[in-house]
C-alpha cells in the first residue's frame, strides 16, 4: 500500500477505526476502485416517506430457495439498519438513458438498498398510499445486493409494476438505465 502514514496521527487513525460511517465509506471507496466520487449524481425525484425497520442480509440459500436462476452472490452492501426510503435518479438533465456501466459508476457511492427492502416493501405495499401512487410510473432497483446466474449475467432485485401491485423483479445490471427508473438509496 502506499500510504504516506508519517502524515497521519495515531488518533485520526483511530477515529477512523471506531467510525462505523468511515468504515462504510471507506468500503463504497474500495469498491468504485480506490477512487473518489467527484460528483454525487443521484437526485431524489419522488416524496416518499418510508421507514423500513432493520432487516437481515438474505443468504444464498434463501434466494436460491425462491429464485432457481441464481448461482452466487457477487456482493452485498445494502444496510441492516433502520433506513428512511429515498427515491431517486442518477441521469442529468438532458439524459435519455446511461450503459449499465455508467450507472454502476454513478451508485458506486451510494447507500443503495437492497433485496431485503425490495422485498419487504413488496409485503407492505399497501400500508403507504403515497408509494402505491408510483405505480406505473417507474421501476425502482435495488443494487446494493448484486447476484450471479448461471451464464454469469450480473442481476439486481428491482421492483416494476405487476397488475395493480408492486412485484419483485430481477433487472440485468448490463441493461440501460432509462429516464423511468430510479434507484433506491437510505436516507437514514
Not at 408510483?134 to 446466474?149: A, N, R, S, W
Amino acid at each position: 500500500m502506499n500510504t504516506d502514514w508519517s502524515q497521519l496521527t495515531k488518533e485520526e487513525v483511530q477515529l477512523g477505526i471506531n467510525n462505523p460511517e468511515a468504515g462504510n465509506q471507506f468500503t463504497l471507496f474500495v469498491k468504485n476502485g480506490f477512487r473518489l466520487v467527484q460528483n454525487n449524481h443521484f437526485t431524489a425525484t419522488e416524496s416518499c416517506s418510508i421507514t423500513i425497520p432493520a432487516l437481515p442480509s438474505p443468504t444464498l440459500e434463501t434466494l436460491r430457495g425462491k429464485y432457481s436462476f441464481i448461482k452466487s452472490i457477487e456482493r452485498d452492501t445494502s444496510p441492516t439498519e433502520e433506513i428512511t426510503l429515498n427515491i431517486g435518479t442518477v441521469l442529468t438533465p438532458g439524459e435519455s438513458s446511461i450503459s449499465g456501466s455508467k450507472y454502476e459508476s454513478r451508485i458506486a457511492s451510494l447507500p443503495t438498498l437492497g433485496y431485503q427492502q425490495a422485498a419487504w416493501l413488496v409485503e407492505h405495499q399497501d400500508e403507504f398510499p403515497e408509494f402505491m401512487k408510483l405505480l406505473g410510473k417507474m421501476y425502482i432497483d435495488f443494487p446494493g445486493l448484486v447476484v450471479l446466474d448461471s451464464d454469469g449475467d450480473r442481476n439486481i432485485p428491482c421492483l416494476d409494476q405487476n397488475g395493480e401491485r408492486w412485484g419483485l423483479r430481477w433487472h440485468w445490471v448490463e441493461d440501460d438505465f432509462g429516464r423511468t427508473g430510479r434507484v433506491a438509496v437510505s436516507g437514514k
